[in-house]
């Protein structure tokens, strides 16, 4: 008996270490995230000149005009509608064409269907950089340099690599006999993907919002090649303004940079139950 108790004791010890362990790194890690967005946020309140003096303090004079000047200089009226339709239009045409296309190459097999999935998996292995040139003296032969489309364009198309592969492989884990029961009772591909796969796809999509949303909306490399009309450009080349003459105004570049982050805490503030269901369903499915 004394000894079974003396071992039950030394694991529920061993068990409360572990767990005590666990907690520790995890508010550290929690620290050390949270702790530079906390240090940004706070500092936009400052004046330059208060920053200068105590980089590390709370703000002893908060003004709200470190707002104002860097919304006026980086003209974010214009640019913040640009990001909102970049974000989701590429988004949602990244979710619904990798699903749709996922689908064919998952369920419907043809001759077809390896080599040209395996052209779009090549597209995981191009980087921006490699692609910079070529798709500027694309969109400029088409004639659609210069315009909302030819970003949205460019946004799906780089998107779509790493979206068919996720969605192709999820796909593939959804039992065949669905779709060959659908296909006996009559019912075409089209539709079968409206009302069985899209359905049962939302873990995958939720993945696929996650990853686009915050990746179109920070992205600078290619629209900076894609326009030049300050009518047609995104948060990041406004906030990109702050660098130049401008870099020794902390107070401003400091509040450009929230502004241009509160979307994104607002997105995930707002759906983080549903981006942490969709995830983990993910997890689970795969």
Same mark, same amino acid.
């Given at each position: 008996?004394?000894?079974?108790?003396?071992?039950?004791?030394?694991?529920?010890?061993?068990?409360?270490?572990?767990?005590?362990?666990?907690y520790i790194v995890m508010s550290l890690f929690a620290i050390m995230t949270v702790y530079p967005i906390f240090w940004l946020?706070?500092?936009?309140?400052?004046?330059?000149?208060?920053?200068?003096?105590?980089? /590390? &303090?709370?703000?002893?004079?908060p003004t709200l005009d470190n707002f104002s000047g860097a919304w006026e200089l980086g003209e974010f009226a214009k640019l913040l509608p640009n990001s909102i339709i970049y974000t989701v239009g590429a988004t949602v045409g990244i979710i619904f064409l990798s699903v749709l296309a996922g689908f064919a190459f998952a369920k419907i097999k043809s001759r077809a269907t390896k080599p040209i999935y395996g052209s779009f998996l090549i597209g995981i292995l191009l980087t921006?950089?490699?692609?910079?040139?070529?798709?500027?003296?694309?969109v400029s032969l088409l004639g659609i340099y210069n315009t909302r489309f030819?970003?949205?364009?460019?946004? /799906? &198309?780089?998107?779509?690599?790493?979206?068919i592969y996720l969605s192709t492989e999820f796909i593939k884990a959804i039992p065949s006999a669905l779709v060959e029961s659908a296909r006996i009772d009559g019912a075409g591909y089209f539709r079968i993907f409206r009302d069985i796969i899209f359905p049962m796809t939302v873990p995958v999509a939720t993945t696929l919002a996650i990853l686009n949303i915050t990746g179109i909306w920070n992205e600078f490399a290619l629209i900076n090649i894609l326009v030049s009309k300050t009518s047609l450009k995104s948060m990041p080349l406004g906030m990109f303004r702050f660098s130049g003459s401008l870099s020794s105004d902390y107070g401003k570049q400091f509040a450009a940079l929230t502004i241009g982050m509160l979307p994104m805490l607002a997105f995930y503030a707002v759906f983080r139950k549903q981006i942490t269901k969709g995830v983990s369903a993910g997890a689970v499915k795969g």
């Open positions: 008996m004394s000894e079974h108790s003396g071992t039950g004791l030394s694991g529920k010890i061993g068990a409360a270490v572990a767990k005590g362990c666990a946020v706070m500092n936009a309140f400052k004046p330059t000149r208060e920053f200068q003096i105590n980089r /590390i &303090g709370f703000p002893q004079n921006v950089q490699t692609l910079m040139i070529p798709l500027f003296l694309e030819a970003v949205l364009l460019v946004y /799906i &198309g780089s998107g779509l690599p790493m979206g």
